[in-house]
T-cell receptor
Framework: GQNIDQPTEMTATEGAIVQINCTYQTSGFNGLFWYQQHAGEAPTFLSYNVLDGLEEKGRFSSFLSRSKGYSYLLLKELQMKDSASYLCACFFTGRRALTFGSGTRLQVQP | DSGVTQTPKHLITATGQRVTLRCSPR?????VYWYQQSLDQGLQFLIQ???????AKGNILERFSAQQFPDLHSELNLSSLELGDSALYFC?????????????FGPGTRLTVL
């Protein structure tokens, strides 16, 4: 299979930086997405990585290492509204659909 | 607002019944995907349609079926409903056939089976 592993829950403080990790099996890997999902709402697209390196978008950055089967989402200057689940999703060649991880629930505290 | 619309927003029904969920993709998108998300669970891929044809199938029960119409909207039919079918059902759309396409999600339909 192509397991995707993320921590279940994380807690961080407003104004701080948090890193959410995602690991996956490398066989057939061909791209990784990060989505944000507030409780009861739709997932919203944050970032896409297919090559090694860091992609920066404002307060959010995403990193990928294909050889290590590892990605992280970095959130800077945390705000209360960043409290949400963060979903890591991978595309594997040979499977026509994205595979989603179970998500990391982030709680930002004052 | 992703541009993907879903109706209804909420649906309450009884066991054994049948319901239809509707999705309209973003303008220009040809692929539609259906996902199920039970309480505190991850997104489970059900099925994908591309330009009217089934393209990929996930963990979709035989009691569930879907189709994509010529105007590209899609419907997910759930029959012989069970309590365990209570969940959020999301539709997503993308421009291409699938693969590493960015998917944009609709607001979801919350189904409650009593």
């Amino acid at each position: 299979g192509q397991n995707i592993d993320q921590p279940t829950e994380m807690t961080a403080t407003e104004g701080a930086i948090v890193q959410i990790n995602c690991t996956y099996q490398t066989s057939g890997f061909n791209g990784l997405f990060w989505y944000q999902q507030h409780a009861g709402e739709a997932p919203t697209f944050l970032s896409y990585n297919v090559l090694d390196g860091l992609e920066e978008k404002g307060r959010f950055s995403s990193f990928l290492s294909r050889s290590k089967g590892y990605s992280y989402l970095l959130l800077k200057e945390l705000q209360m509204k960043d409290s949400a689940s963060y979903l890591c999703a991978c595309f594997f060649t040979g499977r026509r659909a994205l595979t989603f991880g179970s998500g990391t629930r982030l709680q930002v505290q004052p | 607002d992703s541009g993907v619309t879903q109706t209804p927003k909420h649906l309450i029904t009884a066991t054994g019944q049948r319901v239809t969920l509707r999705c309209s993709p973003r303008s220009g998108d040809l692929s539609v995907y259906w996902y199920q998300q039970s309480l505190d669970q991850g997104l489970q891929f059900l099925i994908q349609y591309y330009n009217g044809e089934e393209r990929a199938k996930g963990n979709i029960l035989e009691r569930f079926s879907a189709q994509q119409f010529p105007d590209l909207h899609s419907e997910l039919n759930l029959s012989s409903l069970e309590l365990g079918d209570s969940a959020l059902y999301f539709c997503a759309s993308s421009e291409g056939r699938g693969g590493p396409d960015t998917q944009y999600f609709g607001p979801g339909t919350r189904l409650t089976v009593l």
